[in-house]
T-cell receptor, first 110, second 111 residues
């Protein structure tokens, strides 16, 4: 089973560029999440989608947008990347208990 | 806004030693989870605790939930190098599907 798949795994952007991180899960989970992880810190919630058709802000939503494309897919978009958005991004999904995570996407903004 | 504080932030010990890490919340937990994250991977669930005073054991790991449901601890007996990783506590805000994580404890077990 693939579980949660994130693309791309690595990306380097220049300040002001835009990009979209893609996430797909094959476990028929209702809820999906985007987190960022910075050195020395835990995971901080950016946005989440409790179910298909809904999205809500997390702890650090500024500078990001999301789209719950369908039940399987949840994308994260950076419209105008900033160096402060350099981080490792994790997508996760759940049916309401255990969170299942992707392997992460390492983003560097120069 | 709920805050989850973990301590210590870093811990380096010799193989065979015992250790305890802590998770404290600014508000009552809904259902507390503990995850372990290894380098280059996403976190993996270790345990979920719901009831105040609950104790759960997973081989050499013992998880305890405070009576007031505002704190939790993870005790590892006779640590092994395979226990090395980042330990994270997490809680789902009651009535929502919003999961937040603590600041993490980075554990290194030396051979």
């Amino acid at each position: 089973n693939a579980g949660v798949t994130q693309t791309p795994k690595f990306q380097v952007l220049k300040t002001g560029q835009s990009m979209t991180l893609q996430c797909a899960q094959d476990m028929n989970h209702n809820s999906m999440y985007w987190y960022r992880q910075d050195p020395g810190m835990g995971l901080r919630l950016i946005y989440y989608s409790a179910s298909e058709g809904t999205t809500d802000k997390g702890e650090v939503p500024n500078g990001y947008n999301v789209s719950r494309l369908n039940k399987r897919e949840f994308s994260l978009r950076l419209e105008s990347a900033a160096p402060s958005q350099t981080s490792v991004y994790f997508c996760a999904s759940t049916l309401g208990g255990e969170l299942f995570f992707g392997e992460g996407s390492r983003l560097t903004v120069l | 806004t709920q805050l989850l504080e973990q301590s210590p932030q870093f811990l380096s010990i010799q193989e065979g030693e015992n250790l305890t890490v802590y998770c404290n919340s600014s508000s009552v937990f809904s259902s507390l989870q503990w995850y372990r994250q290894e380098p280059g991977e996403g976190p993996v669930l270790l345990v979920t605790v719901v009831t105040g005073g609950e104790v759960k054991k997973l081989k050499r790991l013992t998880f305890q939930f405070g009576d007031a449901r505002k704190d939790s601890s993870l005790h590892i007996t006779a640590a092994q190098t395979g226990d090395t990783g980042l330990y994270l506590c997490a809680d789902s805000t009651s009535g929502t599907y919003k999961y937040i994580f603590g600041t993490g404890t980075r554990l290194k077990v030396l051979a």
